[in-house]
């Protein structure tokens, strides 16, 4: 006599206790988009551990992926520095004034399903290599901010299958410098131009007609 069919079910069966997560039940179920807006926000990757599956991408502001992709199959991540020198007496040197330069990374996304889907997620690509926006790397463990997209290349073959695109986006820091504004300053010449009212605009004189060129002038 053959045993009946037992239903098997899809999840574990996970209590709702105390200090248990909640878990998703629906296959294929995407990172919520709170936990989304949270992590790249506050750039803490850890946040996403025990609440959502890990988070890999590149994210706009408006934290969306910039493409549509299957997955990404690889981050790589360099930060460089500069350390300036200068020669002395008997060949000797010495070093200074060590300066971070801006980091670069290359993000290999994969792409496959249709030729529609695959089209969108090439031009998906091009914009962002073509906008000025910064993005977010996120990752699990960290969030890299003022990221823009400087190039991408792909290359497809029959023997990795010609349908699946594998794009390197090439990435650099965008360093936002701040303007320094000299307020309390030891001589009142320093401070910074500050603005006492309109101006009104004259007709210039013979001689700054002179000094400027051939305009016209009251005499």
């Keep these: 006599m053959p045993l009946p069919n037992l239903p098997v079910p899809q999840f574990p069966n996970v209590p709702a206790l105390p200090g248990v997560p909640a878990l998703a039940r629906l296959a294929g179920t995407p990172v919520v988009t709170e936990i989304n807006s949270l992590l790249i926000s506050a750039g803490l990757g850890q946040l996403a551990l025990g609440f959502a599956k890990p988070v890999w991408g ?8 910039i493409a549509v992709a299957d997955s990404v199959r690889a981050v790589q991540f360099r930060a460089d520095s500069s350390v300036s020198d200068y020669p002395q007496e008997a060949g000797a040197f010495q070093s200074y004034n060590k300066v971070q330069r801006p980091y670069a ?3 290999s996304m994969v792409c496959g399903g249709d030729e529609q889907r695959r089209a969108n997620f090439l031009s998906a690509i091009d914009v962002a290599k073509r906008s000025t926006d910064l993005y977010s790397i996120v990752m699990p463990e960290v969030v890299y901010n003022n990221a823009n ?6 290359r497809r073959e029959q023997r990795n299958g010609a349908t699946l695109i594998i794009a390197d986006l090439h990435i ?14 030891q001589n009142p010449a320093s401070a910074d131009p500050v603005s006492q009212g309109q ?3 004259t007709t210039p004189g013979a001689s700054m007609a002179a000094l400027y060129g051939p305009v016209s002038a009251v005499l």
């Excluded at 590149?58 to 992926?65: E, G, R, S, T, V």
């Design 58 to 65: 590149i994210f706009d502001a408006n934290n969306q992926p």
């Design 105 to 107: 990374s290359v993000v």
């Design 149 to 154: 997209v400087v190039a991408y290349d792909y």
């Design 172 to 185: 650099e820091e965008i360093r936002l410098n701040a303007s320094a504004a000299f307020d309390n300053v």
């Design 199 to 201: 101006v009104q605009a």
